[in-house]
């Protein structure tokens, strides 16, 4: 019987960060305010990049290898601020939410827009 190969660090920090950044994209698609809890795999997958970058540059690994890695970390970076700032104009945002749901035509949802845009 065969061991199982131990797998380099980095590619389980990269392998840790795609799913934590997947997992956040899929919770970051539920509505306000459920999609608060993308927060939580979204900082994971920050971390382990974080740690795969760390892990790279110590390994001396390619260029091409970091500059992947910073890709992933500004992805993941870009998915959280887009479900942060809707929450600093919540007021806002629920507001116009709640206009758009009653609105049953479409000069409603232009009056909407007038109101709100």
């Known amino acids: 019987m065969t061991s199982p190969t131990q797998q380099p660090p980095a590619a389980t920090h990269s392998r840790r960060a795609t799913g934590y950044l997947f997992l956040g994209l899929l919770a970051s698609l539920m509505p306000m305010p459920f999609n608060l809890v993308a927060l939580v795999p979204l900082g994971a997958a920050i971390y382990e990049s974080v740690r795969l970058m760390r892990e790279l540059h110590s390994d001396r690994a390619p260029r091409g290898l970091r500059i992947w890695a910073g890709v992933g970390l500004a992805l ?6 887009s479900i942060v700032v809707p929450y600093l104009l919540y007021a806002t ?3 116009y939410n709640d ?18 845009g």
């Open 93 to 95: 945002t629920r507001d």
């Open 99 to 116: 206009c758009l749901a009653g609105a049953n035509t479409q000069i409603a949802e232009q009056v909407c827009e007038q109101r709100f």
């Open 76 to 81: 993941t970076m870009a998915l959280l601020i």
